[in-house]
């Protein structure tokens, strides 16, 4: 810890502003003394073992972890407030609810995933992107989702893979034209590919 003197006394107000710092942060604390008294040297040595950032950096302080079956057997706890009541996840009528709910969005989501046969073309509609157009490449369960995913092979480079994602492959097509969406977003159909307009002069 070290302090040192301001400019001087400030005129008219008989008092020197000694601003003291910390090596151990950069907090800054004025003291004011009056003009009366000599200071030579303020010198202040920390014995306490401090070191930079010990008090900032909260990772290092020891902190007390309690076993999940002690606090589930405290009376005054959150949890055993909740419990009480049967709120939250302790609600099981509604816990059985979500579950069944879930459980037919999964129905619901296979079920459209089997009416979409493979090779046939398609029209993706994804809220907030435009309509693509491409052909169904995949239709099942991934490695790197749950549920149903529908692989599309897009007419244009507007995919994000070529049919491969981590290191398992759906189906083959050139980079950035292949995609999975849900199948609520794909309709099979006759889609033929848009014609760009420009015709090749013979």
């Known amino acids: 810890m070290k302090a040192a003197a301001g400019p001087g006394a400030e005129p008219g107000s008989g008092s020197v502003l000694l601003s003291v710092s910390s090596s151990l942060n950069a ?104 309509c693509r157009r491409g052909t169904i490449m995949y239709v099942g369960q991934t490695d790197f989702k749950p549920g149903h995913w529908v692989g599309v092979r897009y007419d ?14 759906y189906f083959e097509c050139a980079p950035k034209y292949g995609a999975f969406v849900k199948p609520q977003s794909v309709t099979a159909g006759d889609f033929p590919e848009e014609d760009d307009g420009l015709e090749e002069e013979l």
Do not use: N
């Open 156 to 169: 244009e480079p507007l995919g994000k893979h070529d049919g491969s994602v981590g290191s398992r492959r």
């Open 27 to 130: 907090r800054r604390a004025p003291k004011r003394y009056s003009t009366g008294i000599t200071v030579a040297e303020l010198k202040v040595i920390d014995r306490s073992g401090a070191r930079i950032g010990e008090y900032e950096d909260v990772s290092q302080v020891e902190k007390y972890e309690m076993a999940e079956s002690d606090y589930d057997k405290r009376p005054e706890s959150l949890r055993s407030f909740l419990r009480q009541r049967q709120w939250g996840r302790f609600d099981a009528e509604a816990a059985q609810q979500r579950a069944q709910e879930q459980q037919q969005r999964r129905d619901q989501e296979a079920a459209l995933a089997a009416a979409l046969p493979l090779g046939s073309r398609c029209l993706v509609r994804v809220p907030g992107q435009p």
